[in-house]
């Protein structure tokens, strides 16, 4: 039905910078929003942006000016252009995506972001 695939993690020096991909696929349309939330080891799941379609964005207090997300219509992909990392960032990175035909969302396989101090 749906599939979502993150690439872009990787390892990083604090206040480098690293951008995520997220591309959809299958049936999508209309998406309702798509967003990054990220794990750290035990710890839960939180958000980290999220864009509606119709182009709100909303971030973590924790991200604001550091981190942007962003899309590209045409290749059915979010980004999350990640700035200024610091070793608080380091966490694996879910894509989550929500569409109106679906009464679930949906989640990629995630990606790892380590930042070393």
């Known amino acids: 039905q749906v599939q979502l695939v993150e690439s872009g993690g990787g390892l990083v020096q604090a206040g480098g910078s690293l951008r995520l991909s997220c591309v959809a696929s299958?049936?999508?349309?209309?998406?309702?929003?798509m967003g990054w939330y990220r794990q750290a080891p035990g710890k839960q799941r939180e958000l980290v942006a999220q864009?509606?379609?119709?182009?709100?964005?909303n971030y973590a207090d924790s991200v604001k000016g550091r981190f942007t997300i962003s899309r590209d219509n045409a290749k059915n992909t979010v980004y999350l252009q990640m700035n200024s990392l610091k070793p608080e960032d380091t966490a694996v990175y879910y894509c989550?995506?929500?569409?109106?035909?679906?009464?679930?969302?949906?989640w990629g396989q995630g990606t790892q972001v380590t930042v070393s101090s």
């Open positions: 989550k995506g929500t569409f109106t035909v679906y009464s679930r969302d949906y």
């Open positions: 864009i509606m379609w119709i182009g709100n964005t």
């Open positions: 299958g049936r999508i349309f209309p998406i309702n929003a």
